[in-house]
């Protein structure tokens, strides 16, 4: 048993689909925990949740860049329509990406910027639950696609348009 997950940590796209949870649930529960700090406005439970905001966030290039490398492997995998959603699925990362680290960076500076000017903290927080909120959407949009690439159950439409060109080698 042990063998055979080390096996699959060898391989990208599964270690893709295990990390993938972390940049939306993860983000959904820290996201809803800074909510709350902020409306008790204690700063030590915004400390905490920004922290867990800023991890969250941060998870996605994890997520991204072990989807890239297993973008092959996957594409061997699925049928055309799967095939055009792996590529929408990769499109939208590839475009929406830097709204995660915009997040980590906005979480990093909401914890230490209120270190020298307090009266920081609350504004930075609204900032970060704002674009915390912008950042789930994204999150839910790139994974909509992301799940229809290998379960059929989920194709309840008609799959992207076939891409002109490919710019994967």
Same mark, same amino acid.
């Given at each position: /048993?042990? @063998? ?36 008790? $406005? ?11 905001? =800023? ?16 973008? @092959?492997?996957?594409?061997? /995998? ?8 792996? @590529? ?23 914890? &230490? ?5 307090? $009266? ?14 912008? &950042? =789930? ?5 790139? &994974?909509?696609?992301?799940? $229809? ?19 994967? @080698?």
């Amino acid at each position: /048993m042990i @063998d055979a997950i080390l096996r699959g940590l060898r391989q990208p796209e599964y270690v893709h689909v295990l990390l993938n949870p972390l940049p939306v649930y993860g983000l959904l529960i820290s996201w809803i925990g800074l909510i709350i700090a902020a409306v008790l $406005k204690s700063r030590r439970a915004q400390v905490v949740t920004l922290l867990l905001v =800023l991890l969250s966030s941060f998870s996605a290039w994890p997520v991204y860049e072990f989807g890239q490398q297993g973008y @092959d492997r996957v594409l061997s /995998m699925t049928d055309e329509d799967g095939e055009r959603w792996l @590529d929408e699925h990769q499109d939208r990362a590839e475009d929406l990406i830097w709204i995660f680290y915009a997040l980590a960076v906005l979480s990093a500076a909401a914890i &230490a910027v209120p270190i020298k000017w307090p $009266k920081s903290s609350a504004p930075l927080t609204i900032v970060v639950i704002l674009l915390g909120a912008v &950042a =789930l959407g994204c999150g839910s949009y790139i &994974a909509y696609a992301g799940g $229809k690439i290998r379960h059929r159950e989920f194709r309840n439409e008609p799959a992207p348009p076939k891409r002109q060109e490919s710019g994967h @080698d």
